[in-house]
């Protein structure tokens, strides 16, 4: 059974390029959630996905980040002019969620972002 | 606004004894969900288990159980007979019902030494 598959484990950018990252949910899972991780920040939400419509995109920066699930089976996140302080790990989640009934959300691996 | 804290920033123990690990969190939410996940040396974020607001008794998983105080908006993590293993960042966190977004909230973690 496999978990939530996020490619790539690694991307390095210069900056003022565009970098993209990719998230498969498990198999099933109707939500799809994107966070990012800092040492100074720690654990922050960016957006998230219902049945491959948006939730909520409260945490997502204004200018230069977006994502996309155009299907059940992937989620994006685009991160257009990379400056360095978006070095991050950038973390995808999956849950069984329905919209009346919470169910836990896993964790992909992450893609570690540094941006030069 | 909703928040999650952890104030023991590290924690060291000897294999095999119990240990407890803190967490508040603030809500002005009727109705929430509390977490515990456990993020791995290789960066890995594993659910360990989770308590509903709605529900009195203590959840409990394997070695893990939890100290729900609701009047003190408290949620410890116990770990009995704790494993070499059982070495990672702890992190609490919360999602709220009431918005129908289900993002996590989360603490800035406890680093669990468990010491042979």
């Known amino acids: 059974n496999a978990g939530v598959i996020q490619t790539p484990r690694h991307k390095v950018t210069g900056k003022g390029q565009e970098a993209t990252l990719w998230c498969e949910p498990i198999?099933?899972?109707?939500?799809v959630f994107w966070y990012r991780q800092t040492i100074v920040q720690g654990l922050e939400f960016l957006t998230y996905?219902?049945?491959?419509?948006?939730?909520?995109d409260s945490g997502m920066p204004k200018e230069r980040f977006s994502a996309q699930m155009p299907n059940q089976s992937h989620s994006t996140l685009k991160i257009q002019s990379t400056q360095p302080q978006d070095s991050a790990v950038y973390l995808c989640?999956?849950?069984?969620?329905?919209?009346?009934?919470?169910?836990?959300?896993?964790f992909g691996p992450g893609t570690r972002l540094t941006v030069l | 606004a909703q928040k999650v804290t952890q104030t023991q920033t590290s924690i060291s123990v000897m294999e095999k004894t119990t240990v407890t690990m803190d967490c508040v969190y603030e809500?002005?939410?009727?109705?929430?969900?509390l977490f515990w996940y456990k993020q791995t040396a290789s960066g890995e974020i594993v659910f360990l288990i989770r308590?509903?607001?709605?529900?009195?008794e203590n959840a409990t998983v394997g070695h893990y159980s939890l100290n729900f105080q609701k009047p003190k908006s408290s949620i410890g993590l116990i770990i009995t007979a704790t494993q070499i293993e059982d070495s990672a960042v702890y992190f609490c966190?919360?999602?709220?019902?009431?918005?129908?977004?289900?993002?996590?909230?989360f603490g800035s973690g406890t680093q669990l030494t468990v010491m042979p």
């Open positions: 989640a999956s849950s069984l969620e329905r919209e009346e009934n919470y169910a836990e959300q896993f």
């Open positions: 809500t002005q939410d009727s109705s929430y969900f």
């Open positions: 996905f219902r049945n491959q419509a948006p939730i909520d």
């Open positions: 308590q509903d607001s709605y529900k009195k």
């Open positions: 198999s099933g899972h109707s939500a």
């Open positions: 966190a919360m999602s709220r019902a009431s918005s129908g977004s289900w993002q996590l909230i």
